[in-house]
Each structure stands twice: as C-alpha cells, then as structure tokens.
C-alpha cells in the first residue's frame, strides 16, 4: 500500500487537505446557487401582499362560479403538421353547450415564465372553442382559461401535456 505523504501526517498536511475539501464544497455550493438564481427566481406572485388583501374577493368569486354551475365538458390538445390545436367545451348546469363566451387564456410552462402565451379562443359552429397554439416545447404545460358572458365570469386551470 503506497503513502499518500513521504513521512509523517504533519498539521500541514492536514490543513490543506481541509482546505481543499472545503474549497471544492464552497465552489459546488456556489455553482448549485448560482443555476438556481439565474433559472428562476421563486417568485410565484409579484404583489403578494396586495394579493392576500383581496382573498375575501376571491372567495366571493369562486362562490359566484360555483352559482353559475359551469363547468369544462371536454379539454384536449390535438396536434396537426403545422401546430397544436386546443379545444375547450364549456357546458351549463344542465349540460348544455355555452355559445357566445369570450374565451381567454394563458399557457404557460410550469417551471418558468419566459415561455408564456396569452390566446384567445375562437368559437366554432359545434360549440366547441378552438385556439392554434405554437408551443416551443414539449412536456407538461399550465393552461388557465378565462371565459365572460356579461357579467358571467369562469375560471380553470387545466394540465396539458404536449409532445
């Protein structure tokens, strides 16, 4: 078995191995720190606190939905040659297709948000609302789909998964 040192383990040696070990940790750590910071920045809402001020605003919201009795019959993401084809059917409390919504929605990737969309989906003679959409990457995706009436307003958040 060879030595690693010719002669006695001296405090000199040991400091730098020690130093070395910890300069190796530090650098690491600080790469680690590094690609954490510059991929995203944690920051899920930009006004946190004015957003917690309007809770009781956004109980009374989803109270009002939940009168409304809308909900999301049908949700898929189609691929075609050119691009991938959302289509949303919106139904009554009684199961009947929803005609003359204003539908918006957001797409966004749920890891970062330089990859956002905002659309607007188009109403077709079927009832069903349809948006061409040009995602520049695979994987999961958020969609969160805005729909009004009038005063009527809708909100869901669905998971796609594009390819």
Same mark, same amino acid.
């Given at each position: 078995?060879?030595?690693?040192?010719?002669?006695?383990?001296?405090?000199?040696?040991? +400091?730098?191995?020690?130093?070395? %070990?910890?300069?190796? @940790? %530090? =650098?690491?750590?600080?790469? %680690?720190?590094?690609? =954490?910071?510059?991929?995203?920045?944690? @920051?899920?809402?930009?006004? =946190?606190?004015?957003?917690?001020?309007?809770?009781?605003?956004? +109980?009374? $919201?989803?109270?009002?939905?939940?009168?409304?009795?809308?909900?999301?019959?049908?949700?898929?993401?189609?691929?075609?040659?050119?691009? &991938? @084809?959302?289509?949303?059917?919106?139904?009554?409390?009684?199961?009947?297709? +929803?005609?003359?919504?204003?539908?918006?929605?957001?797409?966004?990737?749920?890891?970062?948000?330089?990859? $956002? &969309?905002?659309?607007?989906?188009?109403?077709?003679? $079927?009832?069903?609302?349809?948006?061409?959409?040009?995602?520049?990457?695979?994987?999961?995706?958020?969609?969160? @789909?805005?729909?009004?009436?009038?005063? $009527?307003?809708?909100?869901?958040?669905?998971?796609?998964? =594009?390819?």
């Amino acid at each position: 078995m060879s030595k690693l040192f010719r002669g006695p383990l001296t405090g000199r040696h040991v +400091l730098i191995m020690l130093s070395v %070990f910890f300069g190796v @940790v %530090f =650098a690491a750590n600080g790469a %680690f720190v590094y690609f =954490a910071r510059a991929s995203w920045t944690g @920051v899920e809402t930009e006004d =946190a606190y004015r957003t917690g001020l309007q809770y009781n605003r956004t +109980l009374a $919201d989803a109270e009002a939905q939940k009168a409304l009795g809308w909900k999301i019959a049908a949700f898929e993401l189609t691929a075609n040659e050119k691009h &991938q @084809v959302l289509t949303v059917r919106l139904v009554d409390a009684n199961g009947a297709p +929803l005609r003359g919504l204003a539908i918006a929605a957001t797409v966004r990737r749920p890891t970062t948000d330089s990859l $956002d &969309q905002q659309v607007t989906l188009r109403e077709g003679e $079927d009832g069903l609302y349809r948006v061409a959409l040009d995602l520049p990457e695979s994987g999961q995706w958020e969609v969160e @789909v805005i729909a009004t009436r009038g005063p $009527d307003r809708f909100r869901a958040i669905q998971r796609i998964i =594009a390819s």
